[in-house]
């Protein structure tokens, strides 16, 4: 399996553009996560599903944050309008059933520039 | 309140000495598990080990165990015989309650192995 697969790595885009990260699970796994991590915050969860129903949206920090996942092979976290303060790595992860002892299996982030 | 701390913001390590990253924890549920992940520069995140509340014995993969001292709520990660690759940030984490949500983070410690 390939595992996690984000795109894009990188994103550099202008305050006020709309930009969609998007995030291939690994297949069969029926939870995924959207974290943001930052120097100031660590690495925080933002949003996840199962079977592709959104559970728990607390961690999006604003309205300008949306995540979706249409299928069980394919999510998007969307910023709209973007700010410089969005700025930051941004993993997606997903992992199989719901054992406490389940790792999540995380992809290689992409990296937002706002500017 | 914080769940889980990294009170070790960063630490010097000669190569082939054993290291050992603090961690303590929070929570008042009585079934947790904890994890640790490595980030190397490249930015992914490794799963490395996990420990149960229930488990009775220290886990152990490879150079990698784990000291758990449940009363204190501490799972220290101890690496044996350090090289230079494990140079990296190292993340606990914990998952509690019913076990389906995501991962909550510490802040980590940048481990520096040195020749």
């Known amino acids: 399996d390939a595992g996690v697969i984000q795109s894009p790595r990188h994103e550099v885009t202008e305050m006020g553009q709309e930009v969609t990260l998007r995030c291939k699970p690994i297949s069969g796994h029926d939870y995924l996560f959207w974290y943001r991590q930052t120097m100031m915050r660590g690495l925080e969860l933002l949003i996840y599903?199962?079977?592709?129903?959104?559970?728990?949206d607390s961690g999006m920090p604003e309205d300008r944050f949306s995540a979706k996942m249409p299928n069980a092979s394919f999510s998007t976290l969307k910023i709209q309008p973007s700010e410089p303060r969005d700025s930051a790595v941004y993993f997606c992860a997903s992992s199989p059933g719901t054992g406490m002892n389940t790792e999540a299996f995380f992809g290689q982030g992409t990296r937002l520039t706002v500017v | 309140a914080q769940k889980i701390t990294q009170t070790q913001p960063g630490m010097f390590v000669q190569e082939k000495e054993a290291v050992t990253l603090d961690c303590t924890y929070d929570?008042?549920?009585?079934?947790?598990?904890l994890f640790w992940y490595k980030q190397p520069s490249s930015g992914e995140m490794i799963f490395l080990i996990y420990?149960?509340?229930?488990?009775?014995q220290n886990a152990t993969e490879g150079r990698y165990s784990l000291n758990f001292q449940k009363a204190r709520k501490s799972a220290n990660l101890v690496i044996s015989a350090s090289q230079l690759g494990d140079s990296a940030m190292y993340f606990c984490?914990?998952?509690?309650?019913?076990?389906?949500?995501?991962?909550?983070f510490g802040k980590g410690t940048h481990l520096i192995i040195q020749p």
């Open positions: 929570t008042s549920d009585p079934s947790y598990g």
């Open positions: 599903f199962n079977n592709n129903v959104p559970i728990d």
């Open positions: 420990q149960g509340s229930y488990d009775q």
């Open positions: 984490a914990m998952r509690d309650g019913g076990g389906a949500d995501g991962l909550t």
